[in-house]
């Protein structure tokens, strides 16, 4: 049993962000008062290992409005998958 998870460094998220090196929308509300801007979001964000990455600051709480969440991902999949299907291969 562990009283504070906390204050165990080897299960913190900052152990494994810069490791994350797959493409990441990382969605958060601006007035998230479980998970601050500077005091998590930003650190967590800046800390990730992707070279494409896309943080969402949407005007909400903790618990954005699912429409909003929604098409922040629309939004950000559209751009990252924009021209993949342009892409040709030379097949005889």
Same mark, same amino acid.
């Given at each position: 049993?562990v009283d504070d998870v906390h204050s165990l460094p080897e299960i913190d998220n900052y152990?494994?962000?810069? +490791?994350?090196?797959?493409?990441?929308?990382?969605?958060? !509300?601006?007035?998230? #008062?479980?998970?601050?801007?500077?005091?998590? =979001?930003?650190?967590?964000?800046?800390? $990730? !290992?992707?070279?494409?990455? +896309? +943080?969402? $600051?949407?005007? @909400? !709480? +903790?618990?954005?409005?699912?429409?909003?969440?929604?098409?922040?991902? #629309?939004?950000?999949? =559209? =751009? $990252?998958?924009? !021209? @993949?299907?342009? =892409?040709?291969?030379?097949?005889?």
């Amino acid at each position: 049993y562990v009283d504070d998870v906390h204050s165990l460094p080897e299960i913190d998220n900052y152990q494994f962000t810069p +490791h994350v090196k797959t493409p990441v929308l990382m969605i958060n !509300g601006k007035y998230d #008062n479980v998970g601050a801007y500077e005091s998590s =979001q930003r650190p967590c964000y800046e800390d $990730l !290992g992707s070279e494409t990455k +896309h +943080h969402a $600051l949407l005007d @909400a !709480g +903790h618990n954005p409005p699912a429409s909003d969440v929604y098409e922040a991902m #629309n939004t950000w999949l =559209q =751009q $990252l998958f924009a !021209g @993949a299907g342009d =892409q040709t291969t030379d097949t005889p």
